[in-house]
């Protein structure tokens, strides 16, 4: 599928009533209402919404705490999948740590997630170690994925 235009702008409280719905969809393991408002006020986490043709398309949040940034959440509406929405949520991240001087990006992702190790590898993840029983909703390990960016701040 080719891309779509996509529009990537900072989450706000009002959309919430928007993000929360598909969260609740994706994830068996879903942030709530008050994690995501957590998210919003915290000093150094970013939120981000991506909308195409006037609909949320997906959504991500990360933290930035040089010399490492965080991706917590990435999640792309079932119908904007295979559009390249994740890819401009991610180029969106990996463009903030960047110019945050971070060093590294991590992240979790559930063992059999195969769509999702096989995007984050496509852009520089490795995977770094398995972390035994982090998920909840099932029980299930968490693979911790790294990707380093350049000493100067610049993607590497």
Known sequence: MPALPVTIRPMTEADLERVLPLE??????????????EVLAEPGSHALVAEAQDQLAGYATFLVDPPGAHLTNLAVAPAYRRKSVAHALLDRILGTVAAARCEHVSLEVRPGNAGAIAFYRKHGFEIAYRWKDYYRDPVEDALVMLR????????A
């Open 148 to 155: 380093f960016l350049g000493t100067e701040g610049q993607e």
């Open 24 to 37: 609740h969809e994706i994830f068996t393991d879903a942030w709530s209402l008050s994690f995501f408002g």
